[in-house]
C-alpha cells in the first residue's frame, strides 16, 4: 500500500514569491494534517482537515498561508508571499479519522518538501 | 515554557550499548505517548505508543510513561547503527488527534 506522497521534495524559491505545496493521503484516510518542522525542532501542527472540513487551523498564519482539500483527499498548501523565516520542511500526515473508536488513531507522515527562501 | 521539553542531543553511543531518551511534559491531560523515529530526509514514523502510565516492550526497545512525574522514556538495547535517527516523543489528549512533540534527540551509534 502507498504510503503519504507529498511534492515537490525540495523547494527553493526567492523571498516574495508564492510556493505550493501538494499532498496526497493514504487511501480511505479521512483525517489530514500540515505540519511545519523547522531545523532542529519538533513537527508543530499548521492545519487539520477532517474530509475537507478545516476543523483546526489555530497555528496557520492566515495572512500568507492558505490551504486546501477539494473532494477530502488531496490536499494544497500554499505560502503567498514566502518570508525567510519560512524555511523549513513541510510534513502532510493522514490519518483514519477520529471517528475510529481507539484512541490511537495513528498519524502516518509523509517525506516532507523542504523549502528554503533566500 | 513549551509543553513538551526534550534534550535535543547530539547523542553519540558505541554499537551495543544501551540507549535513554526522555521527555518531560507539563500537560496532565496527556494520555497518549508515543516515540516517532525520523531519518535524514525522511517522515517521522511510529516506533512506539502507549496509553496512560507503564512500560512497553517491543524487541530491542521499551517506552515507559510515569504520569506522576510527567517524564516518558525510550530505551534501546543493543543499539545497532540502523538506530541512528533523530527520535521524537509525542503526545496527545485523549479524544483529541493533535499531537505535541519534543525537539527530537539525534542519535548516532558509532560501529
Known amino acids: 500500500e502507498a504510503g503519504v506522497v507529498q511534492s515537490p521534495r525540495y523547494k527553493i524559491i526567492e523571498k516574495k514569491q508564492p510556493v505550493a505545496f501538494w499532498c496526497n493521503p493514504i487511501?480511505?484516510?479521512?483525517?489530514l494534517y500540515w505540519y511545519r518542522q523547522n531545523l532542529g525542532q519538533g513537527p508543530e501542527l499548521l492545519i487539520r482537515y477532517e474530509n475537507e472540513e478545516a476543523v483546526d487551523d489555530s497555528q496557520l498564519p492566515k495572512d500568507r498561508f492558505s490551504a486546501e482539500r477539494l473532494k477530502g483527499v488531496d490536499s494544497t498548501l500554499k505560502i503567498q508571499p514566502a518570508e525567510l523565516g519560512d524555511s523549513a520542511v513541510y510534513l502532510c500526515?493522514?490519518?483514519?479519522?477520529?471517528?475510529?473508536?481507539?484512541?490511537?488513531?495513528?498519524?502516518?507522515f509523509g517525506p516532507g518538501t523542504r523549502l528554503t527562501v533566500l | 515554557q513549551k509543553e513538551v521539553e526534550q534534550d535535543p542531543g547530539p547523542l553519540s553511543v558505541p554499537e551495543g550499548a544501551i540507549v535513554s531518551l526522555n521527555c518531560t511534559y507539563s500537560n496532565s491531560a496527556f494520555q497518549y505517548f508515543m516515540w516517532y523515529r525520523q531519518y535524514s530526509r525522511k517522515g517521522p514514523e511510529l516506533l512506539m505508543y502507549?496509553?496512560?502510565?507503564g512500560n512497553k516492550e517491543d524487541g530491542r526497545f521499551t517506552a515507559q510513561v510515569d504520569k506522576s512525574s510527567k517524564y516518558i522514556s525510550l530505551f534501546i538495547r543493543d543499539s545497532q547503527p540502523s538506530d541512528s535517527a533523530t527520535y521524537l516523543c509525542a503526545m496527545k489528549v485523549a479524544g483529541a488527534n493533535n499531537l505535541f512533540f519534543g525537539t527530537g534527540t539525534r542519535l548516532t551509534v558509532i560501529p
Open positions: 487511501s480511505g484516510h479521512n483525517t
Open positions: 500526515a493522514s490519518s483514519l479519522g477520529s471517528g475510529y473508536g481507539s484512541g490511537r488513531n495513528e498519524q502516518f
Open positions: 502507549t496509553y496512560s502510565s
